[in-house]
């Protein structure tokens, strides 16, 4: 019989696609594999579905978008908070739920799952693969998408939250069989902070999400302006989007920005407004979310892909988001800020990528005109980013890092 993974994240499957490719990879190799995963956005239930019908492996959701127990688990919530701020009291349990309300059913929910090995994404994921694999008498590990300690602002601003997520970390992560992180720097500052460093695995796509052949999308005009690429599941502040804005409205070439994802109206207000004061030529293109399998094709298309991450909260500074690796596989160039770990990746995509200070738009929309400006510069710098996702920067190069790491634990030798 096939030795059980369980992978738990507290959010929406669509929103953790290092969880799927780790999923479908485990099955691939031989494994059972099961996925806990939240429920409480329901306009992410049509992706989340669309992932579930094709899986090979099992799953349950935790549904908390309603209920009279939310109120409760709301209230309990605010006490942990409360009580974590007394040192003697700031324990693993007390620290899960002062940072999410539902660990408990999430925990709950995995440990029903007879599983050999638990992996947790996400930072709630830590505590509930912890504690199921304490009720299993088995080892669980952690993937750090994020540097979790300055994910957000608030989580670094807040000192209830601040507490929660060093307590869960600094108990939990030395326990953990297999810890793996989203980039090379993240897995540094965690090393600095904790004195543990997990293996590095980036945010790549499998081949097989390409496009048969790259895609030229012909020459930019007037009538046919370069399409400007950027996406996530959600459109929000704190992603370089404004300042993309004021880089784009002082191009001399035609440019067009197609923004995908979630939006609210308030922030699609603020952004159109943005551009309207700019006096960008063109209004934005807002597109409607996608299924994670087809973010690498549907960028196919565009001629320039955005990767504008700020530097603050630190954690932006450190990352490496999946566009990246999306925009490369896609062979499409790419538009990169000057964060540390954008800096350090950028001799690696050679003409590929383009770095600029985001903080100087003049000086970065020069730098992209000139470049429009050579069509063959444009088909080289399409070949180079072509050639580097079919060759370097893919899941079939990433993932026999993170297969060997589980059968060193499940199957040593």
Excluded at 114 to 132: E, T, V
Excluded at 347 to 353: K, S
Aim: hydrophobic share 45%; proline share 8%; glycine share 6%.
């Amino acid at each position: 019989m096939a030795q059980l993974v369980c992978l738990i994240t507290p959010g929406h499957v669509a929103s953790a696609p290092r969880l799927v490719k780790n999923a479908d990879a485990l099955c691939a190799a031989g494994y059972a594999v099961h996925v806990v995963s939240g429920r409480h956005y329901p306009p992410v239930d049509a992706l989340d579905a669309a992932i579930f019908s094709s899986a090979r492996w099992s799953h349950s959701q935790v549904d908390y978008c309603g209920g009279t127990g939310v109120f409760v688990r709301k209230i309990l919530r605010g006490t942990a908070r409360a009580l974590l701020r007394l040192p003697p009291l700031a324990s693993s349990a007390i620290a899960a739920c002062a940072h999410q309300a539902e660990v408990r059913r999430i925990a709950a929910a995995a440990a029903r799952v007879p599983a050999q090995l638990y992996l947790g994404h996400s930072l709630a994921g830590l505590p509930a693969a912890a504690f199921a694999a304490q009720i299993r008498h088995v080892p669980y590990g952690f993937d750090a998408e994020d540097f979790h300690d300055a994910e957000t602002e608030g989580a670094a601003s807040d000192p209830s939250e601040s507490i929660a997520r060093k307590v869960l970390q600094a108990r939990l992560l030395p326990g953990c069989r297999l810890f793996t992180a989203a980039s090379p720097l993240i897995a540094q500052s965690y090393e600095l902070a904790y004195g543990i460093k997990p293996i590095s695995i980036l945010n790549v796509f499998p081949r097989v999400d390409a496009p048969k052949a790259p895609i030229d999308p012909g020459p930019v005009c007037e009538d046919r302006p370069a399409r400007v690429y950027w996406f996530s599941q959600t459109i929000g502040p704190g992603r370089g989007l404004e300042n993309a804005i004021m880089i784009l409205a002082q191009m001399h070439t035609p440019v067009e920005l197609h923004l995908r994802g979630f939006v609210s109206q308030t922030y699609r207000k603020e952004l159109n407004l943005r551009a309207q004061s700019a006096h960008m030529a063109r209004p934005i293109v807002f597109l409607n979310p996608g299924p994670p399998a087809e973010m690498v094709r549907l960028a196919a298309t565009a001629d320039l892909g955005l990767s504008t991450e700020d530097s603050h909260p630190l954690n932006r500074d450190l990352c490496l988001t999946n566009k990246i690796f999306a925009y490369l596989l896609a062979g499409i160039p790419q538009l990169l800020s000057r964060t540390s770990a954008q800096c350090a990746l950028a001799p690696e995509l050679g003409n590929a990528a383009t770095l600029v200070d985001l903080n100087r738009p003049a000086e970065a929309a020069a730098l992209l005109d000139a470049s429009f400006a050579m069509p063959n510069a444009v088909s080289c710098a399409r070949n180079k980013a072509w050639k580097l996702g079919q060759l370097r920067f893919n899941w079939e190069v990433e993932k026999d890092i993170f297969l060997n790491a589980v059968n060193s634990i499940l199957c040593p030798r």
